[in-house]
């Protein structure tokens, strides 16, 4: 081989080395941007379910409430009780005062 040959050949296997690299490099980018993006998705996602469950606890809560709400109510003593005191309604002969209060 002569050296004009041998020079073609390694500019040949330059150019070529040259075309792989870049070829891994950008498989390697499309892969790195693929996998940040989906990192982003879990932590969006996670964050989303921290949300969800606090509004599910908070449901939760106000559910016991109406639930123990619900059953006070069907007590007759308990709905006596609630609408003399937060709707004045009197027993028989009684009597309503109102009296002053700090706010007044």
């Known amino acids: 081989m002569?050296?004009?040959?041998?020079?073609?050949?390694?500019k040949k296997?330059?150019?070529g080395?040259?075309?792989?690299?870049i070829v891994f490099i950008i498989a390697s980018i499309v892969i790195l941007a693929n996998v940040l993006k989906r990192v982003y998705n879990v932590f969006?996602?996670?964050k989303q379910a921290e949300v969800?469950?606090?509004?599910?606890?908070?449901?939760k809560d106000e559910n016991?409430?109406?639930?123990?709400?619900?059953?006070?109510l069907e007590?007759?003593?308990y709905v006596q009780t609630y609408?003399?005191?937060?709707?004045?309604?009197?027993?028989?002969?009684?009597?309503?005062?109102?009296l002053p209060t700090d706010e007044d």
């Open 2 to 10: 002569t050296k004009k040959t041998k020079s073609k050949n390694k």
């Open 13 to 15: 296997n330059n150019i």
């Open 17 to 21: 080395l040259k075309i792989v690299s």
């Open 44 to 46: 969006s996602l996670q």
């Open 52 to 59: 969800v469950e606090q509004e599910l606890q908070k449901l």
């Open 64 to 72: 016991a409430s109406l639930i123990s709400t619900k059953e006070k």
């Open 75 to 77: 007590d007759p003593d």
């Open 83 to 98: 609408a003399r005191g937060e709707y004045m309604f009197s027993k028989g002969d009684e009597k309503i005062f109102y």
